[in-house]
Each structure stands twice: as C-alpha cells, then as structure tokens.
C-alpha cells in the first residue's frame, strides 16, 4: 500500500463484523486519508525503483473561506515498466501506468458540526499479469507467450458528516459512499511458449452503502454506540477460457448479481470500577442476493467479455436471503493505567452467494453462509516509564460451513468453484516486544556534534495451527470425502511468522536529522489450495532504509532504501496446471530485490 496522502492505518485481527461495515469473518483494515484542516501546506515526492518504476506524488491544501471551508487536492501517477523478465519476447513485462485523483472538502459552518466530501478517481491501464511456471522459467522470468492485458477505472465519492449533540458529549456520524468499478484482465495461464491456454475476463461492479452511527459517554461509566448500516450492490462478471488442445477449445460466460444488506448494531462499554470494563454488544444482519447466470459453454454465448456486456441469462435465475446476529462481549483490566489483561468473545460471519462462473444447474445453487466463534485473552503494557511496550495475545477460532474454493478438470477445462466444505479449528498466540533504547529527552546534553535522539528495538512472533474437524465436501478431488479430506492440512496457514526491526534517529549539529532502520520478517511455508498440491514457499523479506534531512534545505527529506534485499521469490498463487496445459504450475510472484530513492518535499 503506498502511504502517500494515508493519515492512519489501523489492523484488526479476529471478526470485526458487529461494528465494522459488512460482515466479515476475518480481520479487518481501516485505512483513513489526510483531511485539511484550514492550514495552507504543500507536498511533492518523487520516487525510483529498479528497473524504472517511476512514482510521481503530490497535494495542496489550504482555506477557501477562514475557519469554515478547507479543500484539498492529491494526485498521484505510477509509471512501472515491468520487472519480470520474458523469455518468449526477450524484454521485461508486466508494464502498468497508474494514476488517482483525490479532491476533499471540509466545511465547518457551526462548531458543533463537520461535512466531509472526498471523490477520487483511479486508472490502471498496461499490460497482463505476469505469470511463471516452475517448469519452464527460473524466478523473476517467465516464458508466457500471452502478454496480456490490465485494466481498471474506479470512480468513488464518499461523504461523512459529524454532529455534536447532547446529552453525554453524543456525536452523530454518517459515511455513506458510491463506487463503481470495471476491471479487464486477459493473461497467459499455463505460462509458457506454446500457444495453449488464455484466461480473459471482464468485472463491472456499483456499490452504495451508509452508515448512520451515534455514540456517546453516560455518566461518565458508560460509552455507548448504535447504529444502522445500508449495502446495495450490483455485480455483472463475464470470463472467457480457452484451452486450445481440447475438443471445445473456446468457451465463455458469466453472469450477475444484486445484493442488498442491511445491518443494525449496539455496543456499550461499561467502566465497573475505574479499573474494570465491560463490553457487551451485538449486531442483526440481513442479506439479499439475486443471481441470473448464463453457463460457460461453447460460443457464440449471450455474454461476452469482447462487448463487456450479456445480452440475456437464459440458464439460471435464484434469490436467496441470509440472517444472522453477531453477539460481543469482552472484559478489560487495568492492573496500572499502562498494563491491562483483557479477554473476548465475538462471532464472524460471511454471507452465502452464487458462482458466477457455473456450468451446470447443481454448480448454480447458491451456497451458505459460513461462521466462526472466536475467543481471545491476552495482555498490553507498556513499562519501564513507556520504555517497554509488550503485547501478547491467544487465540482460539472455531469455524463452522467454510466456504472452501474447489478446482474440477472438467472435460472443458479447469474450473473453480466455491462452496461449504468443512467445519475446523484455528489456534495461536502472537506477541510483539518494542524496547526504546535511547531517548532524546534524556541523552540530549550539552553542545556535541552528534546527539541519539532514539533508537528502537522491535520484534514480532506468531504462533497458528489449524485442523480439520468436519468435512462435508470432497476437497482433494478422489471423489470420496473420508479421512483423506480430513487430515488434509488448512491452506494459506503458515504455522510461525516473526519479524525484527531497529530503528535509529539521530540529530547532527549543523545539518539536520537522519534516520536509519533495518527490518527482517520471516513467514513459513503453508499450502495454497484445498488439496494441498500447491505450496507456497516459506519467504524471509530483509530490507532496510537511510533518510537524511538537511538544516539547508527546510521541508526536505532524502531517502535510500532497499526491498527484499534476500532476492528471494514470493507469490501468494501456486495451481498446478493439468498434462494438456503442458503440467507444471501457474505462480504470480511479487518482486525480488529493489534498489530505490525517493525525495519528498513539504512547503
């Protein structure tokens, strides 16, 4: 994620779905992007990296009327010139351009209330995924003989408006949101010089949502939230496969779908005693979901992602509807104001749907819902006067109905579909240790040439196994669901993750501040797909950074930094392709070792 114009970025882990946006049974990311507040500020950043990838960045902000209208404007343009190597074609590909708008006002006509409008508008036009095959390309190459095709336009507008109200310091919030997107992608699946198999497809997606929320502090003990969250969403994906060695080479479909969701939710965190709290909430959803499918078959077909239009569904037509309540609860205690234990206890859920991608009337029925019980307990601190910070946490998650994705070599071709598969059970602990070894206020004595403003010591550790406790779907494709299934391993888990980091910022009498950090961070190997026949490589990420910012030049900062400084191969894909395909495996890999430099500028 390029943090250009990003003000916050918060990570949560287990299901956030009673308060947060649509349901969900995993963690969530809440990124927010820099308001203006009024102050006139300027920012540029240029950037370079290996093999000419090349970020353009930049923002100005100000008032428009004192006190009262604040606008922004950011811009951004990415010109990357690929970095995989293509044999088949004797240059590197993967070639993107990319750019994004960002205007955002603000407008404070009282004290007590604040409207927020941000648009934003996003283009990504270049060349086609690249992907490798193990058996044909070494890392970082690739043999396709398909350069492909990517494309993405996005357009959103989001409001938010805050309203001071009484009693309890009450606000009231509403974000809503409209975005719209369409995406084309064509690409080489089997990756290799022989004409044999390419994938094309086409999205078109519309989404409206809103949240109304109000909260506020009751008797000085009581914070309380509630609120109601309105999803609309219109969905049309059509894909086209061809797989020249087969009797029906080419064939094509798709279908769409709408959605509706509603959510209504309450939360109350309840100070039993000035160290004790007590959190107690819940949340009721209700979802829609209509599908008309045209199934993927011979052409000339009723969809076509050449028009990126289906002219009728003459196969499937269905509607469904999902209901659930999320309860919440969880304790929090203050043994001092900086060390607190804690324990919870919430449920995750996800929504059935369709696939879109259906062959049949028995592939076209929907598929359920899928939940997960999920309890936590664990302790934050920080100690030695803020010198120590040392969090620790266990988990134990208990999912019922996941929806597992199942790869079927069909007589047509590969095919994926989604569908319950299976009860288990996710467990772990993580921790993560920060020490501050040196700090400015107290190392800064006297006139030297050299001054330790801070240095940091940072380390991360996580724990997770996963098993199976039920199957209900034959997920290693032997036509039988027995204990082969069963003691299959639980894909995307990588039983230890760790990570380590130093940081140092120093000042020099003279000329200004320079910064330096390292960081390593290493992720096992685990499974990728439901039949355990594709894994993904265990990987280690070293990189490091050195910024210098010059007394001379005010608002200025240099950087330096290196990514992946191991040059090791990373890729969250790995499908093992069949014999026709010419075997092997389809990877899309992330970047190997990176050189970069990057001058940001602030007026």
């Known amino acids: 994620v390029d943090t250009f114009d990003i003000d916050s970025i918060e990570i949560m882990r287990g299901p956030q779905g009673a308060l947060s946006g649509r349901n969900v049974t995993g963690g969530a990311v809440s990124i927010r992007t820099a308001r203006p507040d009024g102050t006139f500020r300027a920012r540029a950043r240029i950037n370079y990296e290996t093999r000419e990838n090349y970020t353009y960045a930049g923002s100005i902000e100000g008032a428009l009327v004192q006190d009262k209208l604040f606008a922004k404007l950011t811009g951004y343009y990415n010109d990357d010139n690929g970095y995989f190597y293509n044999r088949t074609y004797g240059r590197h590909t993967g070639k993107t351009d990319t750019w994004f708008l960002r205007p955002t006002l603000v407008f404070k006509p009282v004290d007590t209330v604040e409207l927020t409008l941000i648009g934003e508008t996003f283009k990504l036009t270049g060349e086609g995924p690249v992907p490798r095959n193990p058996d044909y390309a070494p890392p970082f190459q690739t043999t396709a003989d398909e350069i492909g095709l990517s494309y993405l336009r996005a357009n959103s507008i989001t409001s938010e408006s805050v309203i001071e109200v009484g009693p309890g310091d009450g606000r009231i919030t509403n974000i809503a949101n409209y975005r719209e997107i369409k995406q084309r992608n064509r690409f080489d699946l089997d990756a290799q010089q022989a004409d044999v198999s390419i994938v094309e497809n086409y999205l078109e997606q519309y989404q409206i949502s809103n949240e109304l929320r109000y909260s506020a502090r009751f008797w000085d003990r009581v914070d309380f939230v509630t609120g109601l969250y309105l999803f609309k969403q219109h969905m049309l994906y ?123 009337l028995g592939a076209a029925e929907p598929f359920g819902d899928e939940t997960t019980n999920s309890f936590e307990v664990g302790l934050k601190s920080d100690l030695f006067d803020r010198r120590v910070r040392f969090n620790i946490a266990a988990f134990y998650n208990k999912a019922k109905d996941l929806q597992r994705q199942g790869t079927f070599n069909l007589p047509t071709g590969p095919l994926s579909l989604v569908g319950n598969g299976a009860n288990a059970t996710i467990k772990g602990i993580e921790g993560d240790l920060t020490v501050k070894v040196a700090d400015g206020n107290t190392l800064m004595r006297g006139d030297v040439s050299v001054v330790a403003d801070g240095f940091v010591l940072n380390g991360t550790l996580g724990i997770t196994d996963g098993k199976y406790t039920k199957i209900t779907a034959d997920l290693n494709g032997d036509g039988l669901i027995n204990d082969g299934d069963l003691n299959l391993k639980l894909p995307r888990l990588a039983p230890v993750t760790y990570g380590f980091g130093a940081y140092y910022d120093t000042s020099i009498n003279g000329f200004g501040a320079v910064g330096a950090q390292v960081t390593f961070n290493h992720r096992d190997a685990s499974w990728f797909n439901d039949p355990n026949t594709g894994r993904l490589p265990a990987f280690d990420d070293l990189s490091a950074n050195l910024s210098v910012q010059p007394d001379f030049l005010e608002g200025l900062k240099l950087s330096v930094y290196a990514k992946n400084l191991l040059d090791e191969e990373n890729t969250g894909n790995n499908s093992p392709l069949p014999a026709f395909q010419g075997g092997g495996a389809i990877w899309f890999p992330t970047r190997g070792r990176i050189y970069g430099v990057e001058l940001d500028m602030k007026f």
């Open 238 to 360: 059509i894909e086209r496969d061809t797989n020249k060695p087969l009797a029906t080479p080419i064939i094509e479909g798709g279908g769409q779908t709408d959605q509706k969701s509603v959510g209504v939710f309450v939360n109350a965190d309840i100070n039993l005693t000035d160290s004790l709290i007590l959190g107690i909430g819940g949340r009721y959803s209700h979802d829609e979901k209509e599908a008309d499918l045209n199934f993927r078959r011979a052409i000339p077909q009723p969809c076509q992602v050449a028009t990126e239009d289906c002219t009728s569904f003459p196969d499937y037509s269905g509607k469904v509807r999902f209901d659930s309540f999320i309860p919440k609860i969880g304790i929090k205690y203050y043994i001092d104001p900086d060390v607190q234990i804690y324990g919870s206890y919430t449920k995750g859920y996800r929504s059935g749907g369709y696939n879109l991608k259906a062959q049949s």
